[in-house]
């Protein structure tokens, strides 16, 4: 069994902890994306961040995130987006894509990351997290409807192909207006991640 297991949990170690990836820092601390990718509004400067509960390295960044989100241009969009690379990684997405259909992101989210990372909750079955939301004032025929609807199906369906067509490897992963990406092996840490967004932008 162990054997089994092994290679899924290499995979979510390499691609979650990108930190200690051995990798030559880009001198602007960002590159361009091989294929520009369209956004969702012309008139914004997009910025999505690809993250997974499970990664440390996205819970510790996530305090200097939302910092630089209060201070943001107002020309900026800034979307989340769930990387999937696994069944695990998936069920924290669908996490995050019914929180997005119940409206509850910013009531939740921080919280998912403290649950999963602090509290070690897997919060991987329906039942789970059905407990969680209801914790946070979300009633459960809500929060069951919002997790078997059409609506975060299809999200979870999009989900590994949004991250295959922006390329992404590892998280946290930053992609600036469709045509550049940052991460931390490539801006050299977190702090100079946020650094190079403002510049780009």
């Not at 695990?88 to 009531?107: C, I, M, P, S």
């Amino acid at each position: 069994m162990l054997k089994k297991l092994m290679p899924a949990f290499l995979l979510s170690i390499l691609v979650c902890l990108p930190m200690l990836v051995v990798a030559e820092e880009d001198a602007k601390g960002y590159q361009i994306l091989p294929t520009a990718q369209p956004t969702q509004n012309p008139d914004k400067v997009e910025i999505i961040e690809f993250f997974w509960y499970g990664c440390p390295h996205c819970y510790s960044f996530e305090p200097e995130l939302t910092a630089w989100l209060k201070k943001k241009p107002d020309i900026v969009e800034f979307i989340r987006h769930p990387a999937v690379f696994n069944e695990t990684w998936g069920k924290h997405a669908k996490a995050y894509f019914v929180a997005e259909a119940l409206g509850v992101v910013d009531k939740v989210h921080a919280d998912l990351f403290d649950a999963v990372q602090n509290k070690k909750q897997k919060l991987d079955n329906a039942a789970e997290l059905g407990d969680f939301f209801a914790a946070h004032g979300v009633d459960k025929e809500k929060f069951k409807a919002a997790y078997n609807s059409f609506a975060v199906d299809a999200k979870m369906r999009q989900a590994p192909v949004i991250s295959s067509l922006y390329g992404i490897t590892g998280v946290p992963a930053i992609i600036i207006n469709g045509k550049y990406v940052t991460s931390g092996p490539i801006a050299g840490s977190h702090a100079k991640m946020l650094e190079v967004m403002d510049p780009v932008v």
